[in-house]
């Protein structure tokens, strides 16, 4: 495993060429400030501290996992674990886009973006501890009472304290409709939980003073189902700095991200703080989930990057065999493995799947930002649409892609890629979880074509359609970008007319909505990335000549191969969209074995 | 995790109603006696064997690793595998298809290959050891002096020794060209064999009394890259019972089949004796080989299956959310989620993966039996071609839909799939290695289109073809069979005319051959899992109305998911071979990072 270097030309090359970033941040009330220099002093520093701090624990601390002790229902996190989290505290990172009135940086999203993608790379366990907090921070920032916001904030914001979301039970985890976690009125405006809480990442440890737990529960006759849940403030410890009644029971033993803690939580009568209104808990959580979803997305991207970088060095420095074609270092006992189509083929789908998430990255980033702070409206409300219609897309999508990048930069290793040593398994195995938590990408699935597209007759979608219509219609006579063009334009017909079909079948029989979604999502994702390659195409062939054509010409060739080798899976999703529930739903449920 | 329960029922299906194994093995000369009921009588002993004994050791092996003790160079296998593999010799397992002279059973393939899944699906890790007995005695049966044989077949039939193979070596495993390990003659015509080898399955362990290692070498002055390697057998201990030079230095750390111990040895002027001719070592080596792809694809078969019997029980019981068109289970708090499209497409995806490969193997099987014992030498030329096509496609396509299947099965677990305790990762991480060792996929994409196909200008690939052709047109007039055998046609006469391209390409540029080749693997693997469907769901239709349709039945749905739902990858496949090699080799090497 080589070590990790932050892709810095890229994120320039996202944030400033492609999304431009720069052309609205100043139209964004607070952001005025966040200029390109602000932007790369932030970006490399955070490049330093990930490189530097994080990446050269992933490897030990995967082995070394966390430690639970019964007695003092404490965790120990891996070596290392501490210090680094000290660092983060002391560069300010944890209130980078926090609220200046509570002591953050006040940067945009489209900076903390970046920012969480290197974290993720350089080590994704270690990353989820103040991913948790910022989650804590963001649903107690959209709905705390100003007495909540003013004692949770600062802390949060510091890094002193941590946070978590709260919601899995052993029985519930998509269906929170059946969650029983109980609050009990004290009589003094506080509520006693009591409940069980499974699968509470950064749940436990040693790195902060206190965790504010974020917890789901009902309040006494409360309405069944989703409809009665209420969201709780429930701290580790108490403002006197007394001790509350939840306590870690265990720590789970996982396929991955070892290093982080995943807890078990007892609720023994907690006092805890309703937040928001009664019963509209689901609603606050979520602020957090959907950041969440994001910050999942940004996992599969980041760990294919990490992935990318460790199989890229191998395939360059591991002899063996010759190229088809003669020898290419007829000098060296063999070929390096990179000259070979199928090792390049393996390379190229991590690099056109990572590059492209990152530009969909920094393209959700600055549509959050203009959705939080735009002053127009109707900016606001374009925004939020295509933040709603791509979260899941970016959660299932990235994450799933980067499933599948981590699996080949394991398998251009060979044999050394299943041996723990050379890190790249680690990475498939870390990787795994973000394709099942903060929902699974079957509930993404179901989110976008039920809640996002369906559900509005399909008007975040057309909106977002009609965007990469007018970029094809503006690029039309354009010769340079005619190969990508052409096939994105009629994708754009092809899905659309298949959208019309689904919202059709879907008024008949709604089993062909779930049995389409998990094709559905990765069409449109598809959709997504051949028009963020066409656009990087695009901007790659106006700066031809300026003198860096070697990044440039790169982007363009990159573009050919998405749309030669990896577009062409819309085939087979719109063939078996076609083929609806039926071959699904056909067999009894006593027949699935003899 | 519930109890694996063997799949004795589908097994009765692929032998003697789907491949009929029963009109072909009392033609072949040993194979008079290997009637349907010493089939069963075996199988049924296998599965309660695997059912009982092995698959309970899966989990606790899965954690407890294997042992290495430096100063003796040892190491202990996991509690458990010492019983479980005595007991196993006493069965007579080890011998199931060996030769009797050699106190063999004298079985077919045909019954070794289900008994060898079975014990995939239960404990992989486990099944290791024996498995690479087996391919010890494989090439010393089939390339040993007479001497050899009388030495070292009735151990490893007995299982009182165990075997290994010794191929790979820090700088090399596909490329064996390079390898440097050195056999010098000692002057009483055995040879002093030096140098390291790595990843050597089995390697050393506490099962048996003595390991019987098979290891590549060059000789003095021998001809340069593979022509230049000889094989020789290397005991552990020596017939005085004194040890010889060959010691284990360590175990790898690897992601699964943490229960197999993957030893690098050292060999340190160990005496060694050849075997087979000078210099023709690799050709002697892939008499293993071959043996050992196949059983890298029942591995796949194998966890796949398992991981299917784990989600299949899981999405009965597990409650949450309630079906689209209305609760299936309204007195229940929700719908067992096998309700839901989206699960039941995964569990769906498993199981006709599964049962094709199963029927694969049982055709595969059988012509290994045909290869080797039937009395006409056409047919056996036959049967040696179709395995030798099928080879990589059995290998690589299992193992790739394996992988696929056993994160499905994960998937359907959803959080709890990520958690050890419930075993359903740990088929992930067991799996994972079967598309890398033997040879990875890559190479087996390689090998079927290179070796196998361009190599005698398609003539295998068209008796093949021929086959499938004359299946639809016999089955043209039925009107049941109608939905599977157009399109099957159809694939048949675009696949053909696609390789016929591929092969026009090839004279051009030698790199299209390596573009196209992993997709055309998967292309091929398609066309056969379509035609086993094909007839998988005519045999159903024939048996109909005899009274077990339920499992009948079945099969035709399954058959239909699997072309509605799977099969259409081939257009994917299709049109990214025909954008061949250009997209792939078009990035300089210099430009695939920044």
Redesign the interface.
Known sequence: MPAYKA?L??FHFVLNELIKVQEVLPQLPGYEEATEDIFNSYLEAAAQFCENELAPLNRTADEEGCHFEATTHSVTTPAGFREAYKQYCELGFPGLDCNPEYGGQGMPKALAFPVMEMQCSANVAWSMYPGLSHGAYSAIHVHGTDEQKATYLPKLVSGEWTGTMCL?EP?????L??LKTRAEPNGDGSYAITGTK??ISAGEHDLSDNIIHLVLARLPDAPKDVKGISLFIVPKFMQDGSRNGVFCGSL?????IKANATAVLNFEGARGFLIGEPNKGLACMFTMMNAARLGCGMQGLGLGEASY?GA?AYA?ER???RA??GPAQPDK??DPI?V?????????TQ?AYTEAGRALTALLALQLDIEEKHPDAEARKDAADLVALLTPVAKAFMTDNGYLAT?LG??VF??H?????WGM?QL??DC??S???EG???IQ??DLIGRKVLMDQGQKLRKFSAQIFAFCQANEGNENLKEFVAPLTQLLKDAGELTMGLAMNAMK???D???A??DFLRLIGHVTYAWLWARMAAVAYEKLGQGED??Y??KI??A??YF??LL?????LM??IK?G??????????????
């Open positions: 892709p030309r890229d899995t029985h519930c985890g998509t269906d409709g059946l499974i699968f789970e033993h996982k396929m991955g970088q890229l360059r002899l063996q065999m088809a074609n006992p063999a990179i070979h189509p199928d090792v390049r083929r393996m390379l190229l690099k699996n394991m398998q060979g044999g890629g299943y041996i723990r040593e398994e498939v195995r795994r979880i394709q099942i938590y699974t990408n079957g699935a179901l029989n709604r089993d909505v779930g049995a979604a998990t070697a990044f010409q790169a060739t990159t050919r191969f030669a080798k062409p899976e819309v085939h087979t063939a078996t083929t529930a039926k071959p699904l739903m056909a067999l009894p449920e006593e027949q699935f074995a003899f």
